[in-house]
């Protein structure tokens, strides 16, 4: 369950090619470190409606081992598109969490446009 909604969950994981996360660490002169992603894709049960999607990557082993976690939580918006609400992200090093970061998005605003296309027949 994902609040009121049951849930199916789809599990992923990135078996080959090029590696799909790409992580710069700034105190380390811009490192570049590739890791390979997997997680859940959870979806509402009755019509496969993303409701949250999971990302784990992982390098090296404990001690030095290095972990980044998401979660991408959506809901249907007002206007019927399907929108992020919330992110969850944590940092591991060694197994102990090293940063966490928490997203809200809300007020969400219709665009729209419109333009008014008239031919001359002469």
Known sequence: MIGYDRALVFGYKQ?????????FEENKHDLMRHLR?????RV??????????TLNAQQGDAPNSL???????????????????????????????VAEN???????Q???ASSDIKFEVK
């Open 102 to 108: 928490h997203f809200t998005y809300a007020d969400f």
């Open 37 to 41: 992603v997997e997680g859940e894709i």
């Open 67 to 97: 972990r980044e976690e998401a979660a991408v939580t959506y809901a249907m918006s007002k206007y019927g598109a399907l929108l992020p609400v919330s992110t969850e992200h944590r940092e591991l090093r060694g197994g102990k969490v």
């Open 110 to 112: 219709r665009f729209g």
């Open 44 to 53: 509402r049960a009755e019509d496969f409606v993303p409701l949250q999607i």
């Open 15 to 23: 078996l080959d090619g090029p590696e799909a996360l790409t992580l």
